[in-house]
């Protein structure tokens, strides 16, 4: 076999190999695996819409692995508009640039539960849930999402698996 045949079987043995092992299930229901979260998928944008709770209330969060921090609506947090005057101003970025202002909430998407955390308020959340055509809470940023080692998004099923 000459070099270049040679080369391109080895890449065709390894894609065989790591397409059988994609298809092997995965052992389910044992105490190690981590429970699945349901998501749903925007028509819209395409988005990635997580349901979680935020002070034991029902919220839909968009997952964005681009936004630095993790954003929570003030209506969410008591329905209530917060003085910003003191508010953290983003003044560019490539996406949504707004006014915000640092809160403690406890959040908690799946089995994981943040108590008492540090998240970022925004009052502009409703020009999100009107773009997407549909109630947004919040935005569950990197900075949730790098406490985990894998995120799986399985979108045949609707289910995000984050594990520790």
Do not use: Y
């Not at 070099?3 to 065709?12: A, D, G, P, Y």
């Not at 894609?15 to 229901?29: F, M, V």
Request: charged share 20%; hydrophobic share 40%; with cysteine.
């Amino acid at each position: 076999m000459n070099l270049r045949r040679r080369h391109i079987f080895c890449i065709v043995l390894a894609l065989s190999q790591a397409s059988a092992l994609a298809q092997s299930p995965s052992p389910r229901g044992s105490d190690s695996s981590p429970a699945g979260v349901p998501i749903e998928l925007s028509r819209r944008f395409g988005l990635i819409l997580v349901r979680a709770e935020v002070n034991d209330g029902p919220a839909t969060l968009v997952m964005d692995t681009g936004c630095s921090h993790t954003i929570l609506s003030t209506k969410l947090l008591g329905g209530k508009s917060l003085t910003l005057e003191h508010a953290a101003n983003a003044s560019k970025g490539s996406g949504w640039v707004g006014n915000a202002r640092w809160i403690k909430a406890t959040v908690k998407v799946g089995d994981t539960v943040w108590h008492d955390h540090k998240f970022l308020v925004m009052d502009d959340l409703p020009d999100i849930s009107d773009s997407v055509g549909q109630k947004i809470d919040g935005i569950l940023g990197e900075d949730v999402l790098q406490e985990f080692t894998l995120i799986r998004i399985d979108f045949r099923h609707r289910q995000l698996t984050l594990s520790h």
